[in-house]
């Protein structure tokens, strides 16, 4: 990589911006989740429900927590793909 | 107790204590890159297994089932709180700080804005944090040994300081971090088996996540409908309703203040530094997250049922709360109530002296006077209802068999020493490593650095043990303090540090004293300077709070303060040097070439 002068620098930008886009929509996700479904429509949800749980009570207590699991994994899955498509994998 | 159960019981706790030596002895430590950070050798699963224990404290196995039953939908804050940190530490702090590579989150910042004093500063603020944790630590240990094993307090305390020297001082993070995967073992099994029992017998279902959704045993009516309703007819809000506890905006400040502060925490961040790749510490969090919320989606289950099994208990015919006859009498309280009785956690006084219990609420007026004119209650005659009670009981309740209690000692001990020894290692490290090393005598020689190392872990448990003897009045109130500074002085500079190129020393120290300052001068507004309540300005309830902000939901308006200051003074003052602009540059990116 060290022989074509500026292609790595580029390329580390573009890694960069594209790890905050995914950044960007995992924490949408989180915040949507844990502080809008969990704590400031969980009200006007728990006139629904899931099983037993009123909707907005289960989001707050069991919910978001599931959701947060999924929200690392996907990301841990999505970097490593990313690392190998700008080839800064570590072996 | 009977002699009996007492030899079980310490005999339980015993086997695990000989386990953790055990430990000790197999992972001794020779190199201080072993000491601070395992040798970076720690599979990603098992480092996020001993994540889970490092962090889980005896706040999260004996106390939050309890504060959640009390808090009831509003307690989803300090779940949401304590587990939506980890998204943040795995996308914003963990895999950056492990590339950078170093032992300790105030090398980071030292070396990031290129300045003894910001390293200074981070550890001022590491050590308030940690210390102050580690007296909550030192508390549960005394709970489970003086309440559940009734051992006097001392013995107890001196038995497990004895136990967390041999492997923190011996194997500093090596020893650490085997011992805590088999301490979250102990734990996870001492919280779930109880858990599944109790939901078997309330709701036939043996998974709790699923039985707290679920039906009553031998009914159609669900679990939670009939707490709602159960609670609505002793005055009390609903269970599930969002207008019982704390307002919405305390909910939702006080749900990401402990969210940054958890990201913010440094002895969980450096459980990071101890995997061999980047792409571990992304994992790693995921995974660490994973043992975590097998508690955490256990402990609604278990504050919830065991809030209805307390009522199903008291009331004996919930159709017809009122008449006399549908009221527990005195004389028919279960063993378990007596036995907790007698510890002060449970209390009763038969005020209106018909020899039966009325519970309800009687802070509600109108209910309190509708119950006296029609029913002659004079007050809720359940008095003492410790919080704590809704774990420690549970496996009376029901009806385990007795070697059960005793694995909820060993588990309350192993959560609280598990945190303990990781808070430890974070004292230890910043006071060897940073000041030591980074500050006063660069050029100790490693074998040096690891006697200081040793030294200062040996001084730290001492001091942990006497603050677990003589417990400073305000340690509740101080553990909100440490999660407020996290969120407000660490979390907003390591993040800058990595994802705002641009940001320098000045807007670095300025931003963390900042951070440090407001949060600090609002919690001392309402609780007291240094905490003593008659030093406070203002009295501390909803009708003085600024718009209405409970000292403990303020991080992360602390963590806002921070930021823009940081800003600002980065704007008027010189860019940081190249070379760090470059250093940046490659903890961006897991491969450097």
Redesign the interface.
């Known amino acids: 990589m060290s022989d074509s002068g500026n292609q790595p620098t580029k390329d580390r930008g573009e890694y960069w911006q594209k790890n905050l886009k995914i950044i960007a929509g995992c924490l949408f996700v989180w915040a949507f989740v844990g502080l809008g479904l969990s704590i400031i429509f969980a009200g006007p949800l728990n006139n629904f429900s899931i099983g037993g749980y009123p909707l907005g009570f289960w989001f707050a207590q069991q919910g978001s927590i599931y959701t947060f699991l999924v929200i690392i994994f996907y990301y841990a899955w999505r970097m490593n793909k990313l690392d190998r498509e700008y080839d800064v994998y570590e072996d | 107790m009977e002699g009996s159960q007492q030899i079980i019981n310490l005999l339980v706790v015993g086997l695990t204590f000989a386990l953790y030596i055990g430990i000790a002895i197999w992972a001794r430590t020779s190199s201080t890159s072993e000491f601070y950070v395992a040798g970076k050798g720690i599979n990603p699963v098992a480092n996020g297994m001993a994540t889970a224990a490092d962090w889980m404290s005896a706040a999260s196995f004996i106390s939050m089932a309890g504060l ?1 039953a009390f808090l009831g ?1 509003t ?3 300090y ?2 709180g304590w ?2 940190g ?2 943040l530490m ?3 702090l963990a ?1 950056y700080l492990r590339k950078f590579g170093k032992f300790t989150v105030p090398e980071f910042i030292g070396d990031r804005f290129y300045s003894t004093t910001a390293r200074v500063v981070a550890v001022i603020c590491l050590l308030v944090i940690s210390i102050t944790y580690v007296i909550g630590q030192m508390r549960g240990v005394g709970i489970a040994f003086s309440n559940i094993l009734e051992v006097p307090l001392t013995v107890g305390l001196v038995s497990g300081m004895f136990v967390v020297f041999l492997y923190a001082v011996f194997g500093g993070m090596k020893g650490i971090t085997y011992t805590q995967i088999a301490q979250y073992c102990v734990m996870i099994f001492a919280y779930t088996v109880p858990a599944v029992f109790i939901a078997i017998t309330i709701t036939g279902m043996p998974i709790p ?2 039985g ?4 009553l045993a031998g009914s159609d009516t ?4 009939a707490l709602d309703q159960t609670l609505v007819d002793l005055g009390f809000a609903q269970y ?4 019982g506890g704390m307002s ?1 905006l305390n ?2 400040l006080l ?2 203040s402990l ?1 940054i502060g958890t990201a913010g925490l440094p002895h969980v961040i450096i459980r990071f530094f101890t995997v061999p ?3 571990d510490a ?2 790693s ?2 995974w660490a ?2 043992f975590i ?1 097998i508690l ?2 256990t402990a ?1 289950a278990v504050g919830a049922m065991a809030t209805w099994n307390l009522l199903d208990t008291l009331i004996l015919d919930r159709d017809n709360i009122g008449q006399e006859e549908a009221h527990l009498a005195f004389e028919d309280q279960p063993a378990w109530m007596e036995r907790w009785g007698e510890t002060g956690l449970l209390g009763f006084e038969d005020k209106n002296e018909d020899g039966r219990i009325q519970y309800y609420n009687a802070d509600n007026e109108e209910f309190a006077q509708m119950a006296q004119d029609e029913w002659g209650w004079e007050g809720s005659e359940l008095t003492t209802l410790d919080r704590d009670i809704i774990v420690l009981a549970n496996p009376e309740i029901a009806g385990l068999p007795t070697w059960v209690i005793a694995l909820v000692a060993a588990g309350g001990i192993a959560a609280a020493l598990s945190t303990a020894a990781g808070l430890l290692l974070a004292i230890s490290s910043a006071i060897s490593h940073d000041l030591l090393k980074g500050v006063f005598r660069p050029d100790i020689t490693e074998k040096g650095e690891m006697l200081a190392a040793r030294i200062s872990m040996a001084a730290a448990i001492l001091l942990a043990g006497y603050l677990g003897l003589n417990p400073p009045g305000f340690a509740a109130e101080v553990v909100a303090l440490a999660f407020g500074l996290a969120a407000a002085s660490l979390f907003p500079t390591l993040m800058l540090g990595i994802f705002y190129k641009k940001m320098n020393r000045e807007g670095a120290i300025a931003g963390m004293l900042a951070g440090l300052i407001v949060t600090c001068a609002y919690i001392f507004t309402y609780k007291g300077l240094f905490f003593f309540p008659q030093l406070a300005l203002l009295p501390d309830n909803a009708d003085y709070w600024l718009f209405g902000i409970n000292p403990g939901s303020f991080g992360v308006i602390g963590a806002l303060a921070n930021l823009a200051v940081s800003f600002i003074v980065a704007k008027v003052t010189a860019p940081p040097p190249a070379h760090i602009q470059d250093l940046v ?1 490659s903890v ?4 450097a ?1």
């Open positions: 959640i939908f307690g989803g804050a779940l949401m587990t939506g980890y998204v795995a996308l914003l895999p996540q699923i707290l959704g679920g039906t669900h679990l939670l409908t599930t309703a969002t207008d919405m909910m939702f749900t990401i969210m790749k980047i792409r992304r994992k969090a995921g997250l994973f919320a955490y989606t609604p540059e961006r990116v897991p491969r070439d």
